[in-house]
């Protein structure tokens, strides 16, 4: 029990800027392990994210209120995933070879690639989960944290780390993930979902399948298997696509 705790909090320490116990470290096997509760750190980020925007919509306006909850989530993750975003645009739309790719996403300078990708994809995502019912935002915000880092998580199990970076890469990053891992990364990933009280809802991991699917192939064609920053940006893409998944289906289903 005590070493799951170790491992989960260093789940904690990888993805979020909460103080964890001083026992925490960068342990590599510990590393590793964590990845099943990924999701599960997701899950509470989104109900932090979701507490912040039920505390600030009882004072302002739902569009104020929203812009405080992305405030409390790039706070609490150090904009971790949103970097990865903006150096995966900068590498795939400035580069065209897979070294070049790599580098440039190892670039800690912010290209205009980079800056349009972030905008929009937080435009957009704040877009959606502005026309969403605000009476469900919370409980969105939980289930949209948790599901696409569920994506994220799938690519570890599923594909191979791009090796011309694995030597390289400047931070840890766990790599590897069994199928009892996977499983119950599922488990956190999807049980938010459950709070929706209507089963239509799972009709949104349909999307985010094809969104694993196309990055999976995309990034294989390009540099060979995934790095860090294509797993923040496939966090971002899903969570996008999963509100307005739930815009569709909100529209036309329920």
Not at 10 to 21: L, Q
Not at 28 to 42: H, I, M, R
Not at 131 to 157: F, W
Request: glycine residues 8%; charged residues 15%.
């Amino acid at each position: 029990m005590k070493r799951e705790i170790k491992i989960f909090f260093t789940a904690v320490m990888f993805f979020t800027r909460i103080p964890c116990p001083s026992f925490t470290d960068h342990n590599p096997d510990y590393l590793n392990k964590s990845a099943k509760y990924f999701t599960l750190v997701g899950l509470l980020l989104g109900a932090l994210c979701g507490f912040s925007f039920f505390l600030a919509a009882l004072v302002f306006s739902k569009v104020i209120a929203l812009l405080l909850s992305f405030v409390v989530s790039l706070l609490l993750t150090g904009a971790f995933h949103e970097d990865g975003m903006a150096d995966v645009c900068d590498g795939f739309g400035g580069g065209w070879t897979k070294l070049k790719i790599l580098d440039i996403m190892k670039d800690s300078r912010v290209g205009t690639f980079g800056l349009v990708g972030l905008s929009l994809t937080l435009a957009i995502k704040f877009a959606a989960l502005n026309e969403l019912p605000t009476n469900l935002i919370v409980i969105i915000l939980i289930s949209g944290h948790a599901i696409s880092r569920l994506t994220s998580v799938t690519l570890i199990y599923t594909e191979e780390y791009a090796r011309e970076d694995l030597l390289s890469k400047a931070k840890p990053l766990a790599t590897k993930l069994s199928t009892a891992h996977y499983l119950v990364a599922v488990f956190f990933g999807i049980a938010p979902l459950l709070l929706f009280q209507n089963y239509w809802v799972f009709l949104t991991i349909i999307p985010l399948i094809v969104v694993k699917v196309y990055l999976t192939s995309y990034f294989n064609k390009w540099i060979g298997g995934y790095t860090g920053d294509c797993l923040g940006a496939v966090q971002q893409i899903a969570e996008v696509v999963f509100y307005l998944s739930l815009i569709l289906l909100f529209k036309f289903l329920v």
